[in-house]
């Protein structure tokens, strides 16, 4: 069963390790962990006040808090029915105990979740984009030293999942006043309404992002903290300087503050090639949590994979700016990465997150995580798991000194009930086999 341990970078905050398996399902393990009396205090203790009074502490608290304090949390789903203002506004104002006039941002939420669909990046993207992703720099591939390679790569599905309870509670208090105001902010029709409806470059893809996802998830956080006062942080920008330069970054307490990266693909990019990460994530029931794939580092940049290069790009950019989290997408297609604290060359990477699902929700969770303002229990992580790479030999297809991902490591494309380096073998020439046909 996992056991929380707090650690900490030499740059960041604390980062939760299980430090053993269990195989009983992955549900009951994170209930049974989330009750443990081990793990560390909440940085927002528990507290009565009345909800006229919760934003102010919030405040109080964060604004105290050092940014080595971190916690290492995640979130849910968030869009909803698609009424227009007024409707919205009735619903919420019936459902509340409270003045019309004032919503709960908690109440206001349940309202914008499914199945409601948001709006759609554009389906037709013009035949000009470029279908491949950017290629690697040596400045890309060059790390302080050897220790600060990745290693291994750990798909870890429910690794924002888990935390989704502790979310309710942040979001529980706040009231704003004005219904309609408070929608342009966040609802996705609306903050899309301005942006191109045709993808020519990566920049439309950006544009999407920010104006769907990051920025209103950020909005939900300063109207956590700070109510409708205005704030510059937490926030997120663009950012320059030398390479590696990611698309954005996530400002904690300040511009000197770092806490996360983005990284922006367009959908041709990420999710209409043949090899993504879904390969790489792809999991089943028995699975052991933390079962790593073996990453080898490249010392030259061609001859690379896709999906080698997507995360040799991301884990740079991490390492360069000395952050804990990341963010891979397209719109279409959300990952949220981690690094491990434990394991300093480990990397966790959660399932893909689409656009019409709950991304908005697992989003605001992500950044009251990375900024530290969530009152909950710390990331459980499981510790990673290498056995299966015991015995790696040279086969036909597979070289598991080739730089980049090592297949024979990932889970195996049909899963079965042992897991040997033969057995991995025979599954993958049955599968060549089987589109060959």
Not at 172 to 182: I, M
Not at 270 to 275: A, F, N, R, T, W
Request: charged share 25%; with cysteine.
């Amino acid at each position: 069963m996992f056991s929380p341990v707090a650690a900490n970078f030499d740059h960041g905050g604390p980062v939760d390790i299980g430090v053993d398996h269990d195989t009983t399902p992955k549900a009951k393990v994170l209930r049974t962990t989330r009750r443990s009396k081990e793990i560390a205090p909440p940085i927002f203790q528990r507290r009565s006040t009345r909800i006229s009074n919760r934003t102010s502490s919030l405040q109080e608290q964060y604004a105290k808090k050092a940014p080595n304090q971190r916690d290492l949390t995640p979130p849910g789903d968030i869009f909803g029915p698609d009424p227009t203002r007024q409707q919205l506004a009735s619903t919420v104002s019936q459902s509340m105990p409270q003045s019309p006039q004032s919503f709960g941002l908690a109440a206001f939420l349940q309202v914008l979740k499914p199945p409601a669909i948001p709006i759609q990046i554009p389906s037709s993207i013009s035949s000009r984009i470029s279908t491949a992703t950017k290629g690697l720099t040596k400045s890309d591939l060059n790390l302080n030293s050897s220790s600060h390679e990745l290693r291994k790569v750990v798909p870890f599905s429910p690794m924002l999942d888990q935390l989704l309870p502790d979310i309710q509670d942040f979001l529980a208090g706040p009231e704003f006043d004005d219904g309609a105001w408070w929608l342009n902010k966040v609802k996705p029709d609306l903050t899309s309404s301005h942006l191109p409806r045709q993808i020519f470059t990566e920049h439309d893809t950006e544009d999407y992002i920010w104006a769907v996802i990051i920025r209103p998830a950020i909005a939900v956080i300063h109207h956590c903290l700070y109510g409708d006062e205005h704030h510059d942080f937490p926030g997120a920008s663009s950012i320059g300087g030398s390479s590696p330069v990611p698309d954005g970054i996530l400002f904690g307490k300040n511009i000197q503050d770092l806490v996360a990266v983005f990284e922006f693909k367009n959908p041709v990019v990420l999710d209409k090639s043949e090899e993504t990460l879904d390969e790489l994530l792809q999991t089943w029931p028995k699975m052991k949590l933390g079962r790593a794939a073996k990453f080898n580092w490249p010392q030259r940049i061609n001859g690379l994979t896709k999906t080698t290069k997507l995360l040799c790009q991301v884990w740079r950019q991490m390492d360069a700016k000395k952050v804990f989290y990341g963010v891979l997408s397209s719109y279409k297609r959300t990952y949220f990465l981690v690094r491990s604290a434990e394991d300093p060359s480990a990397l966790y990477i959660s399932r893909s997150y689409s656009y019409d699902e709950d991304i908005l929700f697992i989003t605001t969770v992500f950044i009251a995580l990375a900024v530290g303002c969530l009152r909950t229990k710390q990331l459980l992580l499981p510790k990673v798991d290498i056995a299966h790479w015991t015995g790696l030999g040279h086969s036909e297809k597979h070289d598991p000194t080739t730089p980049g991902l090592v297949e024979l490591t990932m889970a195996p494309k049909v899963p079965g009930e042992n897991d040997t380096v033969t057995d991995r073998e025979e599954k993958f020439k049955w599968v060549d086999k089987e589109s060959d046909d």
